[in-house]
């Protein structure tokens, strides 16, 4: 089956030989290895589905971003970058050791498992560790609704 979305992940022009694994997982999830000055990075990059979508689809999704965490050696270093369709809200509401406390909003529903994933993994969201000017933080405006 063809997928309908997709992702990817730019790298530097300097650093393309550095370059030593990529792998397409679906057409949400994809992965490279970098190795820099001795130190191995691996950047993810996750296209989670929107809200109102099938749950089975957003469960696959976080089962297979987990299996990806979980084959990183404790010895790298990781990075995930994506769009995961939720609002983190502008406080930690009892992950303060995943959010830093500077989101905007409010949170909803569908981004729990984003702040468990993190804790999981003894990850940091770090857009929300430090202050932003509201233009900075709003992605959609319209006369009824800033997002």
Same mark, same amino acid.
Request: aromatic letters at 8%.
């Given at each position: 089956?063809?997928?309908? &979305?997709? %992702? ?9 030989? +550095? ?5 397409? %997982? ?12 001795? !130190?191995? #990075?691996?950047?993810? +990059?996750?296209? @989670? =589905? ?23 050696? =404790?010895?790298?270093? #990781? ?5 995961? &369709? /939720? $609002?983190?809200? !502008? ?7 995943? $959010?830093?406390?500077? /989101?905007?909003?409010?949170?909803? +529903?569908?981004?729990?498992? #984003? #702040?468990?994933?993190?804790? @999981?993994?003894?990850?940091?969201? %770090?857009? +929300?560790?430090? =202050? ?14 800033? &997002?």
């Amino acid at each position: 089956m063809k997928g309908k &979305n997709g %992702v990817g992940i730019l790298v530097d022009r300097e650093l393309r030989e +550095s370059v030593v694994k990529v792998r397409r %997982v679906n057409d949400r999830l994809m992965t490279i290895k970098v190795v820099v000055g001795g !130190s191995t #990075l691996n950047a993810i +990059s996750a296209y @989670a =589905p929107q809200t109102g979508l099938d749950e089975e689809v957003k469960r696959r999704l976080w089962e297979a971003l987990d299996e990806m965490v979980r084959g990183i050696l =404790p010895t790298e270093k #990781l990075f995930i970058e994506g769009d995961f &369709n /939720g $609002h983190i809200g !502008s406080s930690d509401g009892g992950y303060g050791e995943v $959010h830093g406390g500077f /989101g905007f909003g409010d949170r909803n +529903s569908g981004v729990t498992s #984003l #702040l468990d994933f993190a804790r @999981a993994f003894e990850l940091v969201i %770090v857009n +929300s560790m430090f =202050p932003k000017r509201e233009e900075h933080l709003v992605t959609f405006r319209s006369m009824v609704v800033k &997002n």
